[in-house]
């Protein structure tokens, strides 16, 4: 994806960046190129390389996209990202597996938790380790509770991208008194180390669930006030519906899970289709993408969309869980010195953005031989470099924003 | 197609008049914001709460158990084995690098003593790198300070407890 | 203002052995910098009143540090700004570099000279006074087109020319909505058509009649749009995530744009309630404003209006999201252009007949002006 010697912004753009129009396939069709064919093979015509630097205000993180504009749609995009890799994948290799545990959260930091319960389930399947069934339901309850944060900061960041700054911070007041609440349990506001290989580090306790309840009823009060600012505003329909088309076919092509591909129409979702840890106890509904309600499959409004439902859900998915919880033990006894046999091991799970696939090999230290993580961000954000082509720049942040990404999920 | 025009104009009116009333009623609400607290003010924070370490050197039996547990090897523990103190091995130098530092408390739970702990003192600032805002450096003997000292003030840090102590000789890398 | 000091030269003989054009020089550079003064501090303010209106709709605290309630944050930012370090890129034009900020800042500061903040309290009583605003406003468009190209950087050029095409354009039923208002007064003399709006609050023309009431519509939207501001930032802050047309501004030159910004805002909050809202008049029937110390009061009314329209203008940036350039463009010539004509067309129509509405005047025939015209007097 990334072109070693590529200098974008250069002096030489008319020399490099010359489109006759004779000879080369247009990338894809467009009114510029067929009117640029009609006009003449010798009309030159130079495109503006443009660097959106790995430094900007949207929050996505060290993200740099490098495009050629032509004018104000985009010809070619090319993602260059690596900027915040921190070789988690080659730590895994160095230290034991509890050591690592901390590493995992900081690939998707606003998802931590989710990404500790894959991780966890991994090391757990490949070591024959069972886990207490009232931790596995404090686990989902975290879990769940960490999606309604994350999807609550992708809707709040995604109307800051498009210029609606007020839902971004009435997010917040919600997400803070979530992370509160995760803060109170685990003793960090973003990157917890609460999910251990075994078990969870502590149990809820008395008044810590009726906090949590009261933060589940202000959560579903007030999540109708972020659709009146986004969803149901006039302005932000038109800045996502019927933009950033991704459809079935081509996000299957490109890996792209979670809330993108449920927009393109697919009714996927881990949780309920390959149900892992205690999901299949649950009844939840899946949303998925619709044509119609103000725009069409697999744009970016349906994307939002399917956030906004998803917390409904979660809301719906922690109630069940908190009413069915069993007493019993947080942790499974474990060996003081954890090795896992030798063997290797695929597990995934469904994190807010996609699919988390954390892969162990394992030659029966207890360090891992090799540890490797599918991040969904970096399938979503891929998909881009075919899905821009002919939108215009503003439509690009739009477009980015949708895809809900975060860097260290990324480069990791 | 005035009528469609004109549904248009009325619906981007409508949908704008009901977000400017749903700020206008955010405008006499309470503001969620929690100030930053001024020197000496009370602040929440969890019962769990993984700031700054607390650590009690006299417990300390040097078992080195915490140093092997810490996922990016930023404890640095030292001896001296021609000592004896109450609680066993003599501990010279406990340091925490804080520019390593996760704050993922897994040196609390091997410890065996309980004497580390993960406190809640979280101001870290400091004017130079090496002047107590990185490391907190412990000396056994005549006299050690708990790490709820570290901060920025300037009688706080290495060096001036080093000074206050007699101890300038001691060079740690 | 001339009247004002012929009356202080003729009470003093000190003053009458001083060359009259001396006389009025001083007062003339004295109102400007007066105004100047009072711009830049109220657009101070400004920045201190949408900070902290927009932190209260965003259920937080604005700035509450510097001074009582945070009233002193100008003084902390413009502090900052000063001490920054100037940079000038190397490849920029350097002349035009520096002119820029000089002319963006005078379009916007120098049509407060024909703002009637009382009765006669205008620096610059002019009978050409809309026109005067409406075309120096104008003036910064050349001033962001400066900026744009002498910063010699791709996105600063795109940043620029997206701006220039937005402010232009809104420049049409802008100039359209406050010329139905003019039609309606039959002058563009600002005290005059303020004038016109005494006696009690259905004589404001935004009361008088439908087509006062949609152009003071179409005429905030256009300023909105014309200001860059509110749902019309897409070139500044889009430009934001590639930065505009004073990305390469540095410490106080970008203090100056800002500046600029927020006076261009607090001049057309005023305008449009010099305008559409009564200017210095109270509203109540019997109050006239107009004796020595009271039109001082007129002031204070004044402010009171304009301070509620920068209320609403702060109220609608934070509540909704930017529009995309091509439905800026969209709406202003598809949708507030037909509109702001048809405000024209219905004003002239209702001059035309001789309606008055709800007890108001309009312009009577020989008095001059549009109405005179119309009726067949003297161009």
């Known amino acids: 994806m990334s ?20 000879g080369e396939p247009a990338p894809s069709p467009s009114s510029v190129h067929e009117r640029q064919e009609l006009v003449g093979r010798d009309l030159r015509t130079e495109e503006l390389v443009l660097n959106i630097g790995p430094q900007h205000p949207a929050t996505h ?25 921190r070789c988690a994948e080659k730590i895994g290799e160095s230290v034991p597996y509890y050591q690592w545990l901390p590493y995992v959260d900081r690939m998707d930091y606003l998802a931590a938790m989710c990404n500790e319960h894959v991780a966890a389930m991994a090391i757990e399947k490949l070591g024959g380790v069972e886990v207490p069934e009232r931790a596995e339901y404090c686990r989902v309850i975290i879990a769940e509770v960490q999606r309604i944060l994350s999807h609550l900061m992708a809707i709040g960041v995604y109307g800051l991208d498009l210029g609606a700054f007020t839902p ?22 973003l990157l917890y180390h609460y999910i251990q ?8 306790s008395r008044e810590w669930l009726d906090e949590l309840d009261a933060w589940l009823a202000s959560v579903e009060r007030r999540l109708p006030e972020y659709n009146t600012l986004l969803l149901n505003n006039r302005v932000f329909q038109q800045r996502t519906a019927h933009i950033g088309l991704i459809n079935e076919e081509t996000a299957k092509r490109w890996g792209v899970t979670g809330p993108g591909l449920r927009a393109a129409g697919v009714d996927w979702d881990l949780r309920r289709d390959v149900p892992y840890s205690v999901y299949d106890r649950f009844e939840f509904e899946v949303p998925c993408g619709e044509s119609g309600i103000a725009g069409e499959l697999g744009d970016c409004f349906n994307r939002h969309w399917i956030r906004v439902r998803e917390v409904e859900e979660s809301l719906k998915i922690i109630r069940q869980a908190l009413a069915q919880m069993p007493e019993g033990p947080t942790m499974a006894k474990m060996p003081k010195s954890f090795k896992a046999p030798k063997g290797e091991i695929y597990v995934r799970g469904e994190n807010p953005r996609g699919e988390l696939g954390v892969y162990i090999v394992s030659d029966g230290k207890p360090t891992a031989y090799r540890i490797r993580c599918r991040g969904p961000s970096f399938s979503n954000i891929a998909v881009i470099t075919e899905v821009a082509r002919g939108t215009m720049i503003a439509d690009l942040v739009a477009l980015i924003g949708s895809q809900d990404i975060v860097l260290g999920e990324v480069d990791r | 197609m005035l009528a469609g025009y004109l549904k248009n104009i009325w619906h981007g009116v409508s949908t704008t008049a009901k977000g400017m009333k749903l700020t206008w009623r955010h405008f ?35 078992c080195f158990l915490c140093a092997k547990a810490c996922p990016v090897d930023c404890i640095r523990i030292e001896d001296d084995p021609t000592k004896k103190s109450k609680a066993g091995k003599f501990l010279t130098v406990y340091e925490i690098d804080y520019a390593k530092c996760l704050f993922c408390s897994l040196c609390v739970d091997p410890c065996p003593v309980d004497c580390i702990h993960m406190g809640t003192q979280h101001d870290l600032a400091a004017f130079q790198r090496d002047d107590g805002g990185v490391k907190i450096d412990f000396m056994n003997g005549e006299g050690y300070w708990r790490t709820a000292e570290t901060s920025a003030h300037p009688e706080s840090g290495l060096k001036p407890h080093l000074e206050r102590h007699g101890l300038n000789k001691e060079e740690d890398e | 203002m001339q009247a004002w000091l012929d009356s202080l030269i003729a009470g003093s003989e000190l003053l009458q052995q001083v060359p009259a054009g001396l006389i009025y020089t001083i007062g003339i550079l004295g109102a400007c910098t007066l105004v100047l003064l009072f711009a830049s501090l109220l657009a101070g303010e400004v920045v201190w009143l949408e900070r902290r209106v927009a932190g209260r709709m965003q259920a937080r605290i604005g700035p509450n540090r510097v001074g009582p309630q945070g009233l002193l ?62 075309s120096i406003t104008s003036i910064e468009v050349v001033g962001v087109i400066m900026a744009g190209w002498a910063s010699n950087s791709k996105w ?4 620029a020319m997206r701006e220039v095409a937005q402010m232009v354009s809104y420049e049409i039923p802008l100039g359209i909505a406050a010329l139905s208002v003019a039609i309606l007064a ?40 014309s200001l860059k501001r509110a749902p019309f930032d897409l070139p500044e802050a889009e430009s934001e995530l590639v930065a505009g047309f004073h990305t390469e501004y540095t410490g106080f030159r970008f203090a100056i744009f800002f500046l600029a910004e927020y006076a261009g805002m607090i001049l057309f909050a005023m305008l449009t309630s010099v305008l559409f809202l009564g200017g210095w008049y109270t509203g109540i029937p019997g109050i006239e404003l107009d004796g020595a110390g009271s039109r001082w009061i007129g002031f204070g009314v004044l402010f009171a209006k304009t301070s509620f329209l920068l209320f609403v203008m702060i109220w609608v940036r934070w509540s909704l999201p930017r529009f995309r350039i091509d439905r800026v463009m969209y709406l202003c010539y598809k949708v507030l252009l037909p509109i702001s004509v048809l405000c024209v067309v219905g004003a002239a129509a209702q001059v035309w007949l001789g309606i008055t509405l709800a007890g108001g005047t309009l312009a009577a025939p020989g008095e001059g002006g549009f109405a005179d015209w119309l009726a067949g007097g003297r161009p």
């Not at chain 3, 413009?78 to 002349?95: F, H, Q, R, S, V």
């Not at chain 3, 003399?189 to 009690?200: A, H, K, R």
Request: charged share 20%; hydrophobic share 45%; glycine share 12%.
């Open chain 1, 3 to 22: 072109d070693a010697g590529h200098t974008p912004g250069g002096g030489d753009v008319a020399e490099r960046d010359v489109y006759t129009g004779a």
């Open chain 2, 28 to 62: 006499f609400t309470k503001p969620t914001t929690i100030q930053y607290p001024d020197p000496g003010e009370e602040t929440y924070f969890s019962p769990y709460e993984r700031s700054l370490h607390e650590f009690e050197p006299e417990k300390c039996i040097v």
């Open chain 3, 156 to 159: 600063s050029i795109l940043g």
């Open chain 3, 186 to 225: 039959g002058t563009l003399n600002l005290t005059d058509i303020t004038l016109q709006q005494g006696g009690g609050i259905w004589n404001w023309y935004v009361f008088r009649g439908p087509f006062g009431f949609i152009g003071f519509f179409a005429f905030f939207i256009a300023a909105l749009a």
């Open chain 1, 61 to 85: 993180g060290v993200l740099r996209v490098v495009i050629k504009t032509d004018g104000e749609f985009v010809r070619e995009l090319e993602p260059h990202v690596g900027n915040l890799h």
């Open chain 3, 73 to 134: 944050q100008f003084l902390a930012d413009g502090l900052k700004l000063l001490g920054k370090e100037d940079i000038i890129p190397a490849t920029a034009d350097k002349a035009v570099f520096l002119m820029a900020p000089v002319i963006v800042f005078m379009g916007a500061f120098a049509a407060y000279c024909v703002m009637p903040f009382g009765y006669g309290l205008v620096p610059a009583d002019m009978n050409l006074g809309l026109f005067l605003i409406l």
């Open chain 1, 168 to 189: 971004f911070l009435h997010q917040f007041r919600e997400r803070e008194r979530g992370m509160d609440l995760l803060d109170h349990i685990s003793g960090g506001r």
């Open chain 1, 197 to 204: 290989i075994g078990g969870v580090k502590r149990d809820f």
